[in-house]
């Protein structure tokens, strides 16, 4: 079948170069697609910017392959097409749906979706297309897609429990099938104020987000946020069943890592190798994947120092296979080749209209918010006794600012003192926009040369407290791996 819209769009006097130098007149683009159609069986019909190939393929029974089976594929030439794409993505595997996000003028917006017929093909896609070179010089990206079913909900209420939260949620919204609500790290009784709500199908979400998102609607008198939550790292089955360390999270932030590291040992005794944590969650590696996944199924739920915390196993997530999708279609590959594990959800806020706030997004993450300790100032009485001592001989939880806590994990660790090198744009409204790289001396001829956010600020103390944040949150997942 082919849809008219098909044999509508390429007007004859329309003349596309194909790449190679040469030209392809809209009348040769339309039979390249009828012999595809015709050579294949599959069928091709184009709706609301997009031209879907298949979905389902001939002879297709039963229903569509499930979630994860789906790739994302950006930086496509302009001027290509399906009778150029559909063979090179067929060489990884049987395609159910190719859709081609296309422009009114007749081109292709830079992206397209292959969903296959079993994850194992997508992920094989994944592999030997990603950074594929599809023309001479031109290099496409291939990533997972997943339909995100999930959205962020901020600005609630931090006395409000899960229960209320999910009767509300279902009272203003349809399809919700549960609520995902974090304590605070130095109030369990209270939440973190934000919440993420799963609904049934990303459709359901996306209805939800369009009645929610215009900034108006109140929840118990209070204007929330919403937004997309991060998609959940999608990790293959084979590499979790290599991974021998534990994702612990709703510590107490005055919890030790020898706490932590003792209580595990519990149920066998130097099962446990190292503890790394990180303000109110850690990661427990073991020796052996057997004990990690005997320690997970004993302490889940279990207390330590009176709170209730939650274990899984930690999701290994090698970052230069990791690329950022945007609208346009272009995507780019983050900078830093080293492997982390990506903690699941952890519940940190995403930042909407709080340009103060640097807890935000770095390359696909969240940067670690400092603890959330007393600030506060007491009275100080003549004669009161002071001891002169050095910042080094505290406690991180004594740190509120990201550029101490770094200068005191570079001490901590024996390596010499950051530098910080400042760099400046400007934006399309004149703005100065600035970001700081950081070079440590000590392992800058290691995996990591320097770090440096992917986002700018306008005012210096924020650039620099930013770059700070983003390096200690590497710096924490880069150690876990070694």
Known sequence: MVDPDIANMHDESTDVTNGCGKIRTGTQNEAALLALMEKTGYSMVQENGQRKFGGPPPGWEGPPPPRGCEVFVGKIPRDMYEDELVPVFERAGKIYEFRLMMEFSGENRGYAFVMYTT??????????????????????????????????????????????????????????????????????????????????????????????????????????QVDWADPEKEVDEETMQRVKVLYVRNLMISTTEDAIKAEFNKFKPGAVERVKKLRDYAFVHFFNREDA????????????????IEVTLAKPVNKESTWRQHLNGQISPNSENILVFANKEDGHQKSLGKPANLSIRLN???????????????????????TPISMYSLKSNHFSSAVMHLDYYCNKNNWAPPEYYLYSTTSQDGKVLLVYKIVIPTIANGSQSYFMPDKLCTTLEDAKELAAQFTLLHLGKFNNCF
């Open 119 to 224: 994850k194992e093909e997508a992920q094989l896609a994944i592999r030997i297309l990603n950074n594929y070179e599809i023309r001479p010089g031109k290099f496409i990206g291939v990533c997972v897609s997943l339909d995100n079913c999930r959205l962020f909900i901020g600005a609630i209420p931090k006395e409000k429990k899960k229960e209320e939260i999910l009767d509300e949620m279902k009272k203003v919204t349809e399809g919700v099938v549960d609520v995902i609500v974090y304590p605070s790290a130095t109030d369990k009784t209270k939440n973190r104020g934000f919440a993420f709500v799963e609904y049934e199908s990303h459709r359901a979400a996306a209805m939800a987000r369009r009645k929610l998102i215009p900034g108006t609607f109140q929840l118990w008198g209070h204007t929330i």
């Open 293 to 308: 996944v005997a320690a997970m199924s004993i302490m889940n739920g279990k207390c330590i120092d009176g709170a209730s």
């Open 364 to 386: 696909g993450q969240h940067s670690p918010s400092p603890p959330e300790i007393e600030r506060c100032t007491y009275p100080f009485f003549p004669g009161t006794k002071l």
